[in-house]
T-cell receptor
């Protein structure tokens, strides 16, 4: 069966520091991968998606970037964090090739910027 | 994007069926209805999805009206662990992304 792992579960970072969040998927090949952010008390916002290695599309302009160095690895990064980057970051995957397949989420990383 | 409207909150007695409604009057013919739930501090959990026929799986049933303008998620025997925020989502059709747009959802409180 397929599983998705995100780490760390929680992270506290100072303003201006770099960020690297990692997500890996097991049990499937060539998945579509997604990064979402959920601000406190609000819905999820899609940040990035990827349909293959090295293929990244950004949904909203922001202080973050994403990379997909391997088929089942998705990384969210920032060079200098802002206070507004605080939130709950979720990685998700779906089967590629069919847009009606559901997305499956990891347990998320709760990021606090001080 | 087709918008969904859900009640803000609902209560349900433990062991009874929970019926969560959703309106999506602007849904287009090729858009699917998805249901997710989010238990506090966890990632959203996929429950079920459908296009126009009713669907059932081990977690829930999805009833979609014939005109597709509304749907109901049914949890047949709610337990305390079903307390969560339930999101009804109409999938933005895209060959690549299938972006999910999460609204505010319905907070379901299952009470003993």
């Amino acid at each position: 069966s397929q599983t998705i792992h995100q780490w760390p579960a929680t992270l506290v970072q100072p303003v201006g520091s770099p960020l690297s969040l990692e997500c890996t998927v097991e049990g499937t090949s060539n998945p579509n991968l997604y990064w979402y952010r959920q601000a406190a008390g609000r819905g999820l916002q899609l940040l990035f998606y990827s349909v293959g290695i090295g293929q990244i599309s950004s949904e909203v302009p922001q202080n973050l970037s994403a990379s997909r160095p391997q088929d089942r690895q998705f990384i969210l990064s920032s060079k200098k964090l802002l206070l507004s980057d605080s939130g709950f970051y979720l990685c998700a995957w779906s089967v590629s090739g069919s847009s009606n397949q559901p997305q499956h989420f990891g347990d998320g990383t709760r990021l606090s910027i001080l | 994007d087709a918008k969904t409207t859900q009640p803000t909150s609902m209560d349900c007695a433990e062991g009874r069926a929970a019926n969560l409604p959703c309106n999506h009057s602007t849904i287009s013919g090729d858009e699917y209805v998805y249901w997710y739930r989010q238990i506090h501090s966890q990632g959203p959990q996929y429950i079920i999805h459908g296009l126009k026929n009713n669907e059932t799986n081990e977690m829930a049933s999805l009833i979609i009206t014939e005109d597709r303008k509304s749907s109901t998620l049914i949890l047949p025997h709610a337990t305390l662990r079903d307390t969560a925020v339930y999101y009804c989502i109409v999938r933005v059709f895209s060959s690549n992304t299938g972006k999910l747009i999460f609204g505010q959802g319905t907070t379901l409180q299952v009470k003993p």
